[in-house]
């Protein structure tokens, strides 16, 4: 992997964690913040971590994006999964290099990439979206990403069935997961993973019933609360301010 920024390279110009701009180096353009703009071509030839000055002299860090920051920065057509939540879904999930994975809906792309990113290079994630309005913002997000090559994109209402078989893992976000629960124990292998994100308790009930009634095991129930820490000598304490909810992750195996 190269440390040297090239041009087309996408760079996060860093100005402080609240402050970052996710961009494409182009020759010849300027890019502008309201602490001045930059010259593309002085970040041309630069290693990441380096840092450049504005034309009003404040600096910025230039460092490589990492899976993350494209997420974030997505264009949102939908609610994304958070990295919080995604954490744990790739721990509890197993899922590395060379898996193969069935996800839906695709949405605005934000648990697609990052499935891609910890799937590649030889994996692949088939991704259903019943909505096609929504596949054409996903393909482009999922691309910016640099992951659309380990990534289908089936335009399909995955209640009415999974084509895949011995999948290693099925992750879901979507509205009636407990309908996809019979289809995603046929596309599993023994052994398999299933997955649910759901923003509420009757979602998760109807899930854990319907996985319990399709002979999984390990089903379990978790919700993650994070809570950002101001760390400063003598003042160091949790910030006022949380995200209370997100949504519910159902995690379970597949006996055969
Ligand atoms: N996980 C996505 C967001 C998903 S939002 C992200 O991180 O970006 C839920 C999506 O599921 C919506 O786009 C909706 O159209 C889609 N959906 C709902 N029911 C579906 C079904 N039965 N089959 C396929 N997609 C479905």
Same mark, same amino acid.
């Given at each position: 992997?190269?440390?040297? %920024?090239?041009?087309?390279?996408?760079?996060?110009?860093?100005?402080?964690?609240? #402050?970052?701009?996710?961009?494409?180096?182009?020759? &010849?353009?300027?890019?502008?913040?309201?602490?001045?703009? %930059?010259?593309?071509?002085?970040? %041309? =030839?630069? $290693?990441?971590?380096? $840092?450049?000055?504005?034309?009003?002299?404040?600096?910025? +860090?230039?460092?490589?994006? !990492?899976? $993350?920051?494209? +997420?974030?920065?997505?264009?949102?057509?939908?609610?994304? %999964?958070?990295?919080?939540?995604?954490?744990?879904?790739?721990?509890?999930? &197993?899922?590395?290099?060379?898996?193969?994975?069935?996800?839906? =809906?695709? =949405? /605005? &792309?934000?648990?697609? /990439?990052?499935?891609?990113?910890? +799937?590649?290079?030889? =994996?692949?994630?088939? /991704?259903?979206? +019943?909505?096609?309005?929504? @596949?054409?913002?996903?393909?482009?997000?999922?691309?910016?990403? &640099?992951?659309?090559?380990?990534?289908?994109?089936?335009?399909?209402?995955? !209640?009415?069935?999974?084509?895949?078989?011995?999948?290693?893992? @099925?992750?879901?976000?979507?509205?009636?997961?407990?309908?996809?629960?019979?289809?995603?124990?046929?596309?599993?292998?023994?052994?398999?993973?299933? /997955?649910?994100?759901?923003?509420?308790?009757?979602? @998760? @009930?109807?899930?854990?019933?319907?996985?319990?009634?399709?002979?999984?095991?390990?089903?379990?129930?978790?919700?993650?609360?994070?809570?950002?820490?101001?760390?400063? #000598?003598?003042? !160091? $304490?949790?910030?006022?301010?949380?995200?209370?909810? !997100?949504?519910?992750?159902?995690?379970?195996?597949?006996?055969?």
């Amino acid at each position: 992997m190269s440390d040297i %920024i090239k041009k087309e390279d996408q760079v996060l110009l860093f100005l402080d964690s609240r #402050r970052t701009y996710l961009i494409k180096v182009k020759k &010849g353009q300027d890019f502008h913040t309201h602490k001045g703009f %930059i010259h593309l071509d002085d970040v %041309i =030839g630069k $290693r990441y971590g380096d $840092r450049v000055k504005s034309n009003l002299g404040v600096d910025f +860090v230039l460092l490589k994006p !990492t899976i $993350r920051d494209y +997420v974030m920065k997505m264009v949102r057509r939908t609610q994304i %999964i958070y990295p919080k939540d995604m954490a744990l879904i790739v721990l509890h999930t &197993g899922i590395g290099p060379g898996s193969k994975v069935v996800e839906a =809906g695709t =949405g /605005s &792309g934000a648990l697609t /990439s990052y499935v891609a990113h910890y +799937v590649k290079p030889d =994996g692949c994630v088939y /991704s259903y979206e +019943v909505r096609e309005e929504f @596949v054409e913002t996903a393909k482009k997000n999922i691309e910016k990403a &640099g992951v659309l090559d380990y990534v289908k994109i089936k335009n399909k209402d995955i !209640t009415q069935g999974i084509d895949e078989k011995a999948v290693d893992a @099925v992750i879901l976000d979507l509205a009636t997961p407990w309908l996809v629960v019979p289809h995603a124990y046929k596309a599993l292998r023994g052994g398999g993973t299933f /997955s649910s994100f759901s923003p509420t308790i009757d979602q @998760v @009930v109807k899930t854990v019933e319907a996985l319990e009634e399709a002979r999984f095991v390990d089903v379990e129930t978790i919700e993650c609360l994070t809570r950002r820490i101001k760390v400063k #000598r003598d003042q !160091t $304490r949790p910030e006022t301010f949380m995200v209370g909810h !997100t949504g519910y992750i159902t995690f379970a195996r597949k006996t055969l």
